[in-house]
């Protein structure tokens, strides 16, 4: 591994993730933090909201 590599939309990521599984061990993993999507919000402004995350998956 080189290093690890982050995204905030891993799902628009996928064709990238496949070509570097080619050449070594690639991994994705995501997290969901928060159920209050008005709290999700207001920690993480930017980032997928918590409905997003299992579409993704």
Known sequence: MRRPAGSARPG???D???VAA???NAELGMSIAFLDEALQRSLEPG???TVARPITL
């Open 12 to 14: 628009r990521d996928l």
């Open 47 to 49: 980032a997928p909201s």
């Open 16 to 18: 990238q993730l496949a």
């Open 22 to 24: 080619q050449r070594a």
